[in-house]
């Protein structure tokens, strides 16, 4: 485990810290605080990816306990949480965690990407400042910054730190109840069925690098981090939908739809087309595949994420009845 102290501040109390890998311990404060600030905000400070690399830690403490850590090898425990490129930045005020980052940088290309969150008791004391502050100077200058639900804060935070909006990722959303969507008309010799795990692990990721290739999360998911989802409990297989040639057998689409049981909200969670099958009306078939499905499991509204600069997909959910419900902004350094 590396750390680093960085940003101190005396007179606060304020001190940062700066982990390559986290404790399972430490890493459960944080899902808690993030917890504690979602029940305030309304909104989750961190992306499902950044908390599914903090529940990993947590995985890898009790594989540790049940086994036995000292037979776990180094390369067990970076397997089950540290990933490499990932950073946590922890800030604490007399010894207790009052903030936290996570910063990524594994994009060969983009600036590394970060998220933070205050506590909501200790906000208006210059944390997100001294947090936006060590992700600045951790990442050379170079940086993207998430705000997660638009906040007036989180955008004046951005301003303080000098940070351009340049991406907007948009939630929409609409009612299942009445469900008022085509029946699914499926390409010829195309068929749908469930995505069964580990017999389709191999094809769904290359199908998924080559429908998000320019995508700069979704196309760089790994057997790790479809492993992570599948452990989640809201994974269930028989809502996530696999488009196959029947000529050849080729996956050519896919629909994976989550619940938030809790929200009691149904998701078009991703949804991704062969480039060689795009422009066919597969998208559109899935989608009303993936809707009816939520319906059926007595869900009341649906909800999925799409990026505000991606006007043909707009255009298309819009045509389903899906409305703006809320947005996500990425701010970042002038390049």
Do not use: C
Request: no cysteine; net charge negative; aromatic share 6%.
């Amino acid at each position: 485990m590396t750390t680093d102290v960085r940003a101190t501040a005396p007179e606060s109390g304020r001190r940062i810290e700066i982990f390559d890998e986290l404790t399972p311990e430490q890493a459960q404060d944080v899902l808690d605080l993030l917890a504690d600030a979602a029940r305030t905000d309304g909104v989750q400070a961190v992306s499902e990816q950044g908390r599914l690399q903090l529940k990993a830690f947590t995985r890898a403490g009790a594989a540790g306990a049940a086994t036995g850590e000292g037979q776990r090898t180094e390369d067990d425990r970076q397997s089950d949480g540290r990933r490499e490129g990932v950073r946590h930045l922890l800030l604490f005020v007399a010894d207790r965690l009052a903030g936290y980052a996570q910063l990524e940088d594994t994009d060969p290309v983009e600036a590394p990407a970060a998220e933070l969150v205050v506590d909501p008791a200790q906000r208006g004391r210059g944390h997100g400042r001294a947090l936006g502050s060590a992700l600045l100077a951790e990442s050379g200058k170079r940086l993207r910054v998430w705000a997660h639900g638009g906040k007036p804060a989180a955008r004046h935070l951005a301003q303080v730190l000098g940070l351009t909006l340049f991406r907007e990722l948009r939630q929409l959303r609409r009612p299942l109840a009445p469900l008022d969507v085509p029946e699914p008309a499926l390409p010829p010799g195309v068929t749908v069925r469930a995505y069964v795990p580990g017999q389709d692990d191999a094809a769904w990721l290359a199908l998924n690098a080559a429908a998000f290739a320019h995508h700069p999360e979704q196309g760089a998911l790994t057997q790790r981090d479809l492993d992570d989802r599948r452990n989640e409990p809201w994974f269930d297989p028989k809502g996530f939908f696999l488009a196959e040639r029947a000529s050849d057998g080729a996956l050519v689409g896919f629909h994976w739809t989550k619940v938030h049981a809790e929200e009691r909200l149904g998701e078009v969670y991703v949804l991704g087309i062969s480039p060689d099958a795009q422009g066919g009306g597969l998208g559109k078939a899935l989608t009303a595949i993936g809707l009816r499905h939520l319906a059926a499991e007595g869900l009341p509204t649906a909800m999925l994420y799409v990026d505000a600069d991606n006007p043909a997909a707009l255009r298309v959910y819009e045509g389903m009845g899906f409305t703006t419900h809320e947005v996500d902004l990425m701010y970042r350094t002038e390049t």
